[in-house]
């Protein structure tokens, strides 16, 4: 997908995005407070994502279109 990715300050992004995939993040996730630097995910959620990183994240965007790095332990 082209377009032009805009980052609002609620790191809501539009435009065109890659999806490579999807996932579900584990269903007995249990909830916790998230840091900034984290996607929020609630358990049994899809996620897109976007980018694979090397240190065991990925770069996904959760249901609400909030795009952030998560761990992949919290993934089916």
């Not at 996620?47 to 998560?70: P, S």
């Amino acid at each position: 997908a082209s377009g032009h990715l805009r980052k609002s300050r609620k790191r809501q992004y539009t435009g065109g995005i890659s999806v490579l995939y999807q996932v579900a993040v584990n269903p007995t996730l249990t909830t916790k407070k998230w840091s900034r630097k984290e996607l929020p995910l609630k358990p049994g959620e899809m996620i897109d994502v976007i980018i694979k990183l090397q240190n065991n994240k990925l770069v996904g965007r959760n249901t609400e279109g909030k795009c952030m790095t998560f761990f992949c332990s919290l993934i089916l």
